[in-house]
T-cell receptor, first 115, second 111 residues
Framework: DGGITQSPKYLFRKEGQNVTLSCEQN?????MYWYRQDPGQGLRLIYY???????QKGDIAEGYSVSREKKESFPLTVTSAQKNPTAFYLC??????????????FGEGSWLTVV | DAKTTQPPSMDCAEGRAANLPCNHS???????VYWYRQIHSQGPQYIIH???NNETNEMASLIITEDRKSSTLILPHATLRDTAVYYC????????????FGQGTTLQVKP
C-alpha cells in the first residue's frame, strides 16, 4: 500500500548528539514537510520541500537540517544546536498539482527524547 | 495560507452530533478547506475537504457558508473514539508551498 513511513518510532539520544529521522513516501508526491509537535500543542513547520534538490525553512528551522536528494526521501537531522529537541516529529507529503485540491498524507510520527 | 480560527475545545455527548466550527475569512476563491484530526501521539488523519459545495463522506459532513468565510465539520453520531484534536486548514498552493496548522479544536466525547 502507498503511504509515508517514518522511522524510528522512538529514539533516545544524549544531549549534544546529532540525530537523523527518516521519512520515506511511495505516493509519488512532490512536496514533503516536517513538523514538530510539543505536548498539548499544535504542529509547527520546520522545513518543507516542493521538489527534489530544493527545500525551504519553515517557522522553526533553527537547529535542524534537511536534504531532498530523492523524491521519495526527506530526512530530518536534529543537530546539537537545537536547544530543546525533545518532541514528537511528523512528516507529511502532498502532490504539487493545485487542481481539485490536494490531500496531505502524514506519517505516524517519531518520538525523540534527549537525555 | 488563509488564517483559520477554531475554538480551543468542545464537548459532545456520545451518540449526538458534533459540530465543529472554523472561521477562514481571508480565504481566496480557489482555496480548499481541509479538515484533519489527530488522536494522541499519532499522525493526523484526513477527514474531508471542500471548495464551495457541502461535502459528505463516510466519516463526516462539511458545510461551507455561501461566502466561504466559515465552515462546520459535522460528525453525525459521535463516539468515544472521535475524541481528538480537529484541525481546519486552508492551505495556499501558491509558490510558497507552506502548509501551516493552527492549534485546532480538542473535541471530548463524553459517555
Amino acid at each position: 500500500d502507498g503511504g509515508i513511513t517514518q522511522s524510528p518510532k522512538y529514539l533516545f539520544r544524549k544531549e549534544g548528539q546529532n540525530v537523523t529521522l527518516s521519512c520515506e513516501q511511495n505516493l509519488n508526491h512532490d512536496a514533503m514537510y516536517w513538523y514538530r509537535q510539543d505536548p498539548g500543542q499544535g504542529l509547527r513547520l520546520i522545513y518543507y520541500s516542493q521538489i527534489v534538490n530544493d527545500f525551504q525553512k519553515g517557522d522553526i528551522a533553527e537547529g535542524y537540517s534537511v536534504s531532498r536528494e530523492k523524491k521519495e526521501s526527506f530526512p530530518l537531522t536534529v543537530t546539537s544546536a537545537q536547544k530543546n529537541p525533545t518532541a514528537f516529529y511528523l512528516c507529511a507529503s502532498r502532490t504539487r498539482d493545485r487542481v481539485g485540491g490536494n490531500t496531505i498524507y502524514f506519517g505516524e510520527g517519531s518520538w525523540l527524547t534527549v537525555v | 495560507d488563509a488564517k483559520t480560527t477554531q475554538p480551543p475545545s468542545m464537548d459532545c455527548a456520545e451518540g449526538r452530533a458534533a459540530n465543529l466550527p472554523c472561521n477562514h475569512s481571508t480565504i481566496s476563491g480557489n482555496e480548499y478547506v481541509y479538515w484533519y484530526r489527530q488522536i494522541h501521539s499519532q499522525g493526523p488523519q484526513y477527514i474531508i475537504h471542500g471548495l464551495k459545495n457541502n461535502e459528505t463522506n463516510e466519516m463526516a459532513s462539511l458545510i461551507i457558508t455561501e461566502d466561504r468565510k466559515s465552515s462546520t465539520l459535522i460528525l453525525p453520531h459521535a463516539t468515544l473514539r472521535d475524541t481528538a484534536v480537529y484541525y481546519c486548514i486552508v492551505p495556499s498552493w501558491g509558490n510558497t508551498g507552506k502548509l501551516i496548522f493552527g492549534q485546532g479544536t480538542t473535541l471530548q466525547v463524553k459517555p
